[in-house]
């Protein structure tokens, strides 16, 4: 991983010397929605994301005046967060400052902030199934109710050609034969939700009465179907996603060094990883071999822009994550001052309007990832 040939330093006004504080940003672009992301306005450089902001946020508060801050950012789309965690264990920085996911191998080595957003295990993928498999199934387990429908037509049929014989005054039938033929026309097209025919031609009480019943039972069965093509097909729509049960079935891809996919081995699936791949490019990888991979293990929220990017694309969800910064457990009362600012930030609700701002998403069902 190539580092960017500048650092800046944040200094804090004090009266006495303040304790220098070495931070990594792990830096993106706005396709990955959780590193920090960098931009230039009137020729000056500006930083925005979930962990840069929140640090910002923190940095006003009297906890940490004492502090000076020096910043060296990675290049964009840098995401090895486990070669991040060794460079903060040995000191070679004291912050890590991007959104880390808590495993037990990275805690024996670094301190975690407290948490300061809900992120989620997750990955991403395209159904398999196309709208032409969804309605054939559908058809395949519904067939026989519109054999009912049709079956029962032909029933009101013959009990209105018998029942109501003036119907054929009314419709100018002269023949019986024609009149049967139309009659039973007339109870199909009830059944299937089309009952003009049957009132406009009633010429009796007792074909009133006998079309009102009629009606009520073609409604029942009616709603009926409507309520199980329904139900099939919200069914089909929530089976395309992968369940932990999948996870084992198919390889998917990662980032080396991701917490997730480390995850997702320990969960017992297996993973090709990629070096020096953005979140856009291992989705273009899955995308030109769909048939041999499962999807792209991200983070929800890292990887949820793309959602809105790539029309079809969807996302599984296997559990919620508490995320956090890390820092150099030698940096002791450094650790206690940061988490005394998110704490209060998080009191104040402060830490939730900055996650607001961030996460701005129609997706349903996100993790409640600004409840903090």
């Known amino acids: 991983m190539i580092l960017s ?18 931070v990594f940003v792990i830096t993106g672009s706005e396709t990955s929605g959780l590193p ?18 929140t640090l910002e946020a923190v940095k006003k508060l009297p906890e940490l005046k004492n502090y000076e801050f020096e ?21 070679k920085y004291d912050l890590g400052l991007a959104v880390y996911t808590q495993t037990t191998k990275r805690e024996s080595k670094i301190n975690y902030t407290v948490p300061f957003i809900i992120d989620a295990y997750a990955l991403f993928h395209y159904s398999n199934k196309s709208e032409f498999d969804i309605l054939t ?3 395949s387990k519904v067939g026989y ?38 009659s039973i ?17 009633s010429s009796s009480i007792k074909g009133l009465i006998a079309i009102t019943l009629i009606m009520l039972i073609s409604l029942v069965f009616l709603q009926f179907m409507q309520a199980e093509i329904t139900t099939m097909f919200i069914d089909n729509q929530m089976s395309d996603e992968i369940s932990p049960l999948d996870i084992n079935t198919i390889l998917a891809i990662g980032h080396e060094g991701y917490a997730h996919t480390t995850r997702w081995e320990e969960n017992g699936g297996t993973v090709e990883l990629f070096k020096e791949k953005n979140n856009v ?24 822009p793309l959602l809105e990017l790539n029309p079809g694309l ?22 206690e001052d940061l988490n005394k600012g998110l704490l209060y930030i998080r009191r104040t609700k402060e830490l939730r309007e900055i996650c607001k701002g961030n996460f701005k998403s129609n997706i349903p069902n996100p993790p409640v990832s600004c409840t903090m």
């Open 5 to 22: 040939n500048h650092s800046s330093v944040d200094k804090q006004s004090s009266e006495k010397e303040n304790e220098v504080i070495k």
């Open 36 to 53: 920090t992301y960098v931009s230039e306005k009137n020729g000056q450089k500006v930083y925005s994301g979930m962990a840069w902001e």
């Open 71 to 91: 910043y060296t950012f990675s290049e964009p789309g840098y995401s090895n967060y486990n070669e991040t965690v060794d460079w903060v264990s040995t000191g």
């Open 137 to 139: 199934h559908i058809a």
């Open 145 to 182: 109710q519109f054999l009912v429908l049709i079956i029962l037509g032909i029933i009101t049929g013959v009990v209105l050609f018998f029942v109501d014989p003036q119907r054929s005054i009314a419709t100018k039938v002269k023949s019986r034969k024609a009149f049967m033929i139309r």
């Open 185 to 201: 026309t007339t109870g199909i097209a009830t059944f299937f939700g089309e009952a003009g025919f049957l009132f406009e031609n």
């Open 281 to 304: 490019e291992l989705l273009e990888v899955y995308n030109e071999n769909q048939s041999k991979y499962l999807g792209v293990i991200l983070s929800y929220y890292d990887g949820f």
């Open 314 to 335: 969807k996302v599984s969800i296997f559990g919620n994550t508490m995320e956090s910064m890390i820092y150099n457990p030698r940096k002791v009362k450094f650790g």
